[in-house]
């Protein structure tokens, strides 16, 4: 049977009650991890707090840099105290993290913000997906993963749907309050992760080739985990392919977004509802995996998608103001579809091992890292008036890099990397 081609996806099967019971638990701390009431007004609360720009940008090149330098102990600590401790551990960081401003509308105080909550997600970002893996696949019920984490992701997108609408109306009601409700929510994930169950016996006897990572001091568990890495043949093509679904998302939604929309003439007034709309799309196409993986593998499903939001950013080069609203809804659409499969691709390459949070941490390095040197990169495109040529030379770039890691993943997988649902 060819590579791009699979069977057809059987009928989904309800899962067993513990593992429902997660995936709800895991949806829940996903939604109010990272339901951040204070996004659509921080950089305005800073500025009436009496911080320059000069500040508050600094403190965001601070907070990217601490994130990456944050991923690989985060993650070993992860793998070394256990994913639902992490996650633990990371719910209360953010809880405390958002009561800072709060505390102290200063500098100082929104430096200690960002860093702890830089601290926090770096905790949670390999461990969520490790933990919520690792126990479907212990209970027999892997095959819902893709569909699990596609939900999560949706249902947080709805949330802020919801929310951020009433994040002004809420500021003039009381001054701190985007950052008491985000402390609230994140008390709230707390409860979630606390309330989720260890990993069972059954996963223990499957990682019992590895020593206690309890006995592995940092550097060694580090080596261990290269070790890993070096050893799997798909796992690090992977990792460079979700590097596109992850920097193209990125820096359309950060850096490009608003200088597209100006670009167009749409009035700064409508940028907001432009947004509202993506991320309606990106939650549909979190919520609908099924519709993409019929019979089609789910690297070819990466590939694929991943060529959509390339292209349809090089489209709007040729669109006016509404046919970039669509193109944006189209590159959201497929970002939505994507992300879930690209964690399901990654977790499947991973063989039984203690490290898969810190290797997940290395993926996000990785992919933070390439996003770092895109924005210097559309920073000088900005500067030169050269949106356009940004957008096109961006879209052969990414199809060339798939191209390689099609090739690559040819060569190094004598059979399909696929883990079918």
Avoid at 89 to 100: I, Q
Avoid at 288 to 313: F, I, K, Q
Avoid at 330 to 342: E, R, S
Avoid at 372 to 389: E, F, K, P, T
């Amino acid at each position: 049977m060819p590579l791009f081609l699979r069977t057809p996806a059987k009928r989904r099967v309800r899962p067993p009650a513990a593992a429902l019971r997660v995936i709800r638990l895991n949806n829940g701390f996903q939604l109010l991890f990272n339901l951040l009431w204070w996004m659509p007004v921080f950089y305005q609360y800073q500025k009436e707090a009496g911080l320059s720009d000069s500040q508050i940008f600094g403190i965001q090149s601070v907070y990217y840099v601490a994130f990456c330098l944050l991923e690989i102990p985060t993650g070993f600590i992860a793998d070394r105290i256990g994913q639902r401790r992490c996650m633990q551990l990371g719910a209360a960081a953010m809880t405390a993290a958002n009561l800072l401003p709060v505390a102290s509308p200063s500098f100082v105080g929104f430096m200690a913000h960002f860093l702890a909550i830089a601290a926090a997600r770096s905790l949670v970002s390999g461990a969520s997906s490790a933990y919520l893996y690792e126990y479907l696949h212990a209970h027999g019920a892997g095959a819902h993963y893709v569909q699990a984490e596609g939900t999560a992701r949706a249902l947080g997108l709805w949330a802020k749907i919801a929310c951020w609408p009433l994040v002004g109306v809420l500021m003039h009601v009381r001054h701190e309050a985007p950052y008491v409700l985000t402390a609230l929510s994140a008390l709230g994930s707390l409860a979630c992760a606390a309330a989720l169950p260890a990993l069972p016996a059954v996963l223990a006897a499957r990682r019992g080739s590895h020593p206690p990572l309890q006995r592995v001091g940092f550097l060694a568990g580090a080596r261990q985990a290269a070790k890993v890495l070096g050893t799997s043949r798909s796992l690090g093509p992977l990792m460079v392919q979700g590097v596109a679904v992850f920097t193209l998302a990125r820096i359309c939604q950060v850096n490009l977004f608003q200088p597209l929309l100006l670009e167009k003439d749409l009035p700064v007034a409508d940028h907001g509802a432009v947004l509202s709309a993506m991320t309606v799309a990106e939650a549909v196409g979190s919520a609908r995996t099924g519709w993409v993986r019929g019979r089609l593998s789910d690297t070819t499903v990466v590939t694929v998608l991943s060529v959509v939001m390339a292209l349809t950013l090089a489209a709007t080069t040729l669109s006016g103001g509404l046919g970039t609203i669509l193109w944006l809804c189209v590159f959201a659409a497929a970002a939505g579809l994507a992300y879930p499969v690209q964690r399901n691709l990654i977790n499947g390459a991973i063989p039984p091992t203690p490290y898969r949070a810190t290797l997940l941490s290395v993926e996000s390095i990785i992919d933070r890292g390439v996003c770092a040197l895109v924005a210097l990169a559309v920073g000088a495109y900005l500067a030169a008036d050269r949106l356009d040529a940004l957008l096109v030379h961006a879209a052969a770039a990414t199809c060339l890099l798939l191209l390689v890691v099609g090739v690559a993943l040819k060569r190094l997988s004598p059979t399909p990397v696929d883990h079918p649902a």
